[in-house]
């Protein structure tokens, strides 16, 4: 949608807040604007707020909050100090409790909505620590010529600017302590101009970061960025270029990243740029979940459909006869069977394809399944859904990063397919954000 930013008025106009929309801003109708809606930042439901316009369209508007006259009851004092800024967290106002009510009811809205359809029964939410939970991510980095400094963090509520933090809560202390520490450092190097993110991620016992420069770097910059993994304990990689130009430059082999799935004494070993969830112990939770909402027996074969490096597929491994598991990523396809060895697991197999593409005819497709295990990208998978033979499957579990998806995906599998929406609950894998993450449990009618 074109937002135009010339025709905004920037006087200050009072509303009531009724309802909270899916990126965690205030929804209102104004009156004297044909009871347009307005997106407002930092309102909750059932609140009266002074906002002032920020952007404006021909079907809604934007705007921002700059007094509460009334608070909502669930109104908290957010614990970041960059609240409202960065757009890291857009729901530290809203009380801990409260914020996953409020992605239960996007995901049942969605479902509803786009797929038409209601699940028989509605999963208890899933949470677990709400702070310093966050094992992943990547820090924008940028130099600002009129501050004299350089900034890392998040992206602000403007895309445009990066948000000049000291600290993050929701990042593992281990990073996100030091936020201020990286920035100034970063300013004392050479290339600080060249340097526009640092990416950083966490095994069970090392951290990586992962410095990507636009040019080549100088042996001093080298030298300093050793030694500041040496004295804070963060293995350091370089990215000249593309994923596949990331290299170790401290240690010079490089660090061995992993983190155990300790209820199927299973450990998964992974690269600095690989996709992990990013909160440890909620991971654990979902695969618990995951694995008891499927149901699988001792002599079934399960397929797990975008299995990167064996999330799912490996604990599955553990209790059944078979299971494979197809990814898109042919790096992350090679790690799940190294994974697999690893764990002395032959019964789970692994392949390689894009699950966008026409699979109809490739080996895997044409092997007979029991159940289905799947955790698409946040563009679903109804791709694949349309290819499989899904009369086969007893059961199916979809994990879910992105309501819309799942909600498109179910209205096909329950309204075309013939399955049933049995139960579907959210979990709370980013908490303080707007982010929802899913489950839900098909059966064949």
Not at 128 to 134: C, I, K, Q, T
Not at 139 to 162: A, C, H, I
Not at 352 to 358: I, S, W
Request: include cysteine.
């Amino acid at each position: 949608m074109a937002r135009s930013r010339s025709r905004i008025d920037k006087t200050p106009f009072q509303t009531e807040i009724l309802d909270l929309s899916h990126d965690g801003r205030g929804v209102a109708r104004r009156e004297g604007e044909g009871g347009k809606v307005t997106f407002i930042t930092g309102a909750l439901p059932g609140e009266t707020v002074m906002a002032e316009q920020s952007a404006k369209s021909r079907h809604f508007d934007e705007a921002r909050t700059v007094q509460v006259l009334v608070a909502s009851e669930h109104r908290v004092q957010p614990r970041c100090a960059h609240f409202g800024v960065c757009a890291g967290c857009v729901l530290q106002h809203l009380a801990e409790d409260q914020q996953i009510i409020a992605k239960q009811r996007v995901l049942m809205d969605n479902l509803q909505r786009i797929g038409h359809v209601s699940p028989g029964q509605v999963l208890p939410a899933l949470v677990g620590d709400s702070w310093g939970y966050r094992r992943k991510g990547r820090f924008s980095v940028r130099r600002v010529e009129k501050k004299d400094k350089t900034l890392v963090g998040f992206r602000e509520l403007d895309p445009r600017f990066v948000a000049d933090i000291s600290q993050c809560h929701t990042v593992i202390p281990q990073i996100g302590d030091k936020v201020s520490l990286l920035a100034g450092f970063i300013e004392s190097l050479e290339g600080k101009r060249d340097i526009p993110q640092v990416e950083f991620i966490a095994g069970d016992a090392a951290i990586a970061l992962t410095v990507r420069h636009l040019q080549p770097m100088s042996e001093a910059d080298k030298a300093a960025w050793t030694a500041f993994g040496q004295q804070h304990g963060f293995a350091i990689y370089l990215q000249p270029g593309g994923n596949e130009s990331v290299h170790p430059l401290w240690p010079e082999a490089g660090a061995e990243l992993s983190f155990r799935l300790a209820p199927w004494d299973v450990e998964l070993v992974f690269r600095p740029l690989d996709f992990i969830q990013v909160n440890a112990k909620l991971n654990v939770a979902m695969i618990e979940r995951a694995l008891a909402l499927l149901d699988a027996q001792p002599g079934e074969r399960v397929l797990d459909l975008f299995c990167g490096l064996g999330n799912f597929t490996l604990p599955l491994a553990r209790g059944v006869a078979h299971v494979v598991g197809v990814e898109g990523d042919a790096g992350l396809v090679a790690r799940a069977r190294e994974n697999a060895q690893r764990n002395g697991l032959d019964n789970a197999e692994f392949f390689a394809a894009d699950l966008t593409q026409d699979q109809r005819n490739t080996p895997w497709m044409r092997q007979g399944f029991d159940k289905l295990l799947l955790d698409p990208p946040r563009s679903g998978a109804i791709d694949v859904l349309q290819q499989l033979p899904l009369e086969q499957f007893k059961r199916i579990v979809y994990v879910s990063c992105h309501p819309g998806s799942l909600a498109r995906d179910a209205g096909y599998l329950v309204n075309e397919r013939g399955f049933t929406l049995v139960s579907a609950g959210a979990m709370d894998m980013f908490p303080h954000t707007a982010h929802v993450e899913s489950i839900a449990v098909f059966e064949k009618r």
